[in-house]
């Protein structure tokens, strides 16, 4: 078995300015639509939200098939290393 070790690691930095932007629009929607400047199905007034939430969903869903996808390629190359020696 080799020594080699792989670090993943990511920063969340544009996860949190998407959310805060996401957040302050849903405020800035929520007040427009409380104050009857729009008239706006509750639905669009949340979309901000929900926008944020599928893509952080998506992200990991991708992030995680990556993942997936490179342990099995470093355990089939870990496997064809072990059968040439």
């Not at 300015?17 to 008239?39: D, H, I, K, M, P």
């Not at 190359?77 to 020696?85: G, L, M, V």
Request: hydrophobic share 55%.
């Amino acid at each position: 078995m080799s020594d080699n070790t792989r670090e993943y690691s990511f920063d969340v930095d544009f996860l949190k300015y998407w959310f805060w932007q996401s957040l302050f629009l849903t405020v800035v929607f929520v007040a427009l639509r409380a104050g009857g400047a729009v008239n706006w199905s509750w639905v669009w007034v949340f979309c901000p939200i929900w926008i944020v939430l599928v893509a952080v969903i998506m992200f990991i869903l991708v992030a995680g098939i990556m993942l997936a996808v490179q342990i099995e390629v470093d355990r089939r190359r870990e496997k064809n290393d072990s059968n040439r020696t």
